[in-house]
């Protein structure tokens, strides 16, 4: 999904596309996205800026997911959730704030297993495995 006009919601909100940030604008020495979360409350201002802006888009993809279909629920994943306690109830708020009346139900929760991606590719193939098996009969 694109959230800036040009940006897709990966390369803006990942760990990856974080720590690609700072490595450009802090420092390129930067590993993991928990570096980022530590400057930031150490108050380096490139890190809160980072920061901000990572929740800016996040709040957006939520938005717009919630926007597009409609869900009951949205669980996120990733290993940019080890800082949840840094960004996570500031996002449900602004979501909360902003959300279409209809939405502001939606429940927005956390993965608690490991390697989300490929729990989600794997349910799907059983699905399509199962589907396939079926309409054969």
Same mark, same amino acid.
């Given at each position: 999904m694109i959230l800036d006009l040009k940006n897709t919601c990966n390369s803006l909100i990942s760990g990856t596309a974080l720590i690609d940030k700072a490595k450009e604008r802090i420092n390129k020495d930067i590993n993991n996205a928990f570096e980022i979360f530590e400057l930031e409350r150490n108050n380096n201002k490139i890190a809160r800026e980072i920061i901000?802006?990572? %929740? #800016?888009? $996040?709040?957006v993809l939520l938005l717009n997911i919630s926007s597009i279909i409609? !869900?009951?629920?949205?669980? $996120? *994943? *990733? *290993?940019v959730l080890k800082s949840k306690e840094r960004f996570f109830p500031e996002v449900i708020e602004e979501f909360k704030? #902003?959300?279409? !009346? /209809? +939405? #502001? %139900?939606?429940?927005?929760? /956390? +993965?608690?297993?490991?390697?989300? *991606?490929?729990?989600? +590719?794997? /349910?799907l193939t059983k699905e399509l495995l199962k589907n396939n098996i079926e309409n054969e009969k």
């Open positions: 901000d802006e990572f %929740k #800016k888009n $996040l709040t409609n !869900p009951d629920i949205i669980i $996120l *994943g *990733g *290993g704030n #902003k959300a279409h !009346p /209809l +939405a #502001k %139900k939606t429940v927005i929760d /956390l +993965a608690t297993f490991e390697e989300t *991606g490929i729990m989600g +590719a794997s /349910l």
